[in-house]
């Protein structure tokens, strides 16, 4: 049983726990996870996985499916509160916050944006295919080796590549060219760095 308290930036859920979990489902909902991939990717136990799916399966956040003896679990989003849930859950415990508590600690990131066909599907645009890899734009001079150890690390959490590709801090702004256009013609997220 997880015992850490309620997280208190969303303390109308039981726990860190619950909130990753929910997250991770509602968070890419072209995504079809087993048990035990929630658990491995999350670091939950088994049984309580077993029991945070039961309880959105049962209020209609997620539906499930059995493959032999697997289960396995993706986002309803057909629920009425799918669309709400899953941009509060995802902001507060999926690939922004988990990127965020990553990229904090690297001396010289000044500011840092998902960007691609990720931050295109969390705004609403459609897509042909699943997402395949997560795209961080850095701005800043940081240090390449412990930006390399902090992506990898979000990697292991979220499950699935993260490509990280570095700027200049004025890069935004100032930036010109075909990449500079890709990435600023398109949706993209501010991740909260606390630097500001």
Do not use: C
Request: net charge neutral; no cysteine; proline share 6%.
């Amino acid at each position: 049983m997880d015992r850490r308290p309620a997280p208190s930036l969303l303390p109308i859920l039981r726990s860190q726990q619950q909130g990753e979990i929910l997250a991770l489902l509602l968070g890419d909902p072209d995504r079809e996870l087993s048990l035990t991939e929630i658990s491995r990717l999350t670091g939950a136990p088994h049984p309580s996985v077993y029991r945070e799916v039961q309880r959105a399966e049962q209020v209609g956040l997620v539906t499930s499916r059995k493959v032999g003896n697997t289960r396995l679990v993706r986002a309803d989003t057909g629920s009425p509160y799918y669309a709400g849930l899953a941009d509060v859950l995802t902001r507060a415990f999926g690939v922004p916050a988990v990127l965020a508590d990553a990229l904090r600690d690297v001396s010289g990131v000044d500011e840092a944006y998902v960007y691609g066909s990720w931050a295109a599907r969390h705004s609403g645009e459609p897509g042909r295919r699943p997402v395949g890899d997560i795209d961080v734009l850095v701005l800043g001079e940081p240090d390449r080796d412990r930006l390399y150890e902090a992506v990898s690390a979000a990697e292991r959490r979220l499950g699935r590549q993260v490509q990280a590709t570095v700027r200049e801090s004025g890069w935004l702004n100032a930036g010109s060219g075909s990449f500079h256009e890709t990435v600023t013609g398109r949706p993209m997220l501010k991740l909260a760095l606390g630097i500001d």
